[in-house]
């Protein structure tokens, strides 16, 4: 079974940086991925997904311009970079996995049942 895991969530300011990693025990990612995140009693929302070689991205309406989703260069892990960021972002973001499918990446991306795998998520909390 395909386990993701997710690293560098934390603390920071108002305006801060984080950066955000996800693995799959030396896997290498050749699907999509994505990151989407739940805040205390709300949903959980799409931030961010890339396709399969890195090449192109979708991001929230909400992220974009602040937020970078990119693969590394052996596609071994996933990264998040979270720049300016607010308070509004706090939540635990999650690493998911594309389930191989046929729907167009383009048009499923955001939906989270189009993804197969998840990670058990890293909190991130912004302080004001």
């Known amino acids: 079974q395909v386990q993701l895991v997710e690293s560098g969530g934390g603390l920071v300011q108002t305006g801060g940086s984080l950066r955000l990693s996800c693995t799959a025990s030396?896997?290498?990612?050749?699907?999509?991925m994505a990151w989407f995140r739940q805040a205390p009693g709300k949903e959980r929302e799409f931030v961010a997904t890339?396709?399969?070689?890195?090449?192109?991205?979708m991001y929230a309406d909400s992220v974009n311009d602040r937020f970078t989703i990119s693969k590394g260069n052996a596609k071994k892990t996933v990264y998040l970079q979270m720049n300016s960021l607010k308070a509004d972002d706090t939540a635990v973001y999650y690493c998911a996995e594309w389930a191989e499918s046929r729907r167009p990446w383009v048009v499923y991306g955001l939906d989270p049942n189009a993804y197969a795998h998840w990670g058990q998520g890293t909190q991130v909390t912004v302080s004001s």
């Open positions: 890339v396709d399969w070689n890195g090449d192109n991205a």
């Open positions: 030396g896997r290498t990612f050749n699907s999509p």
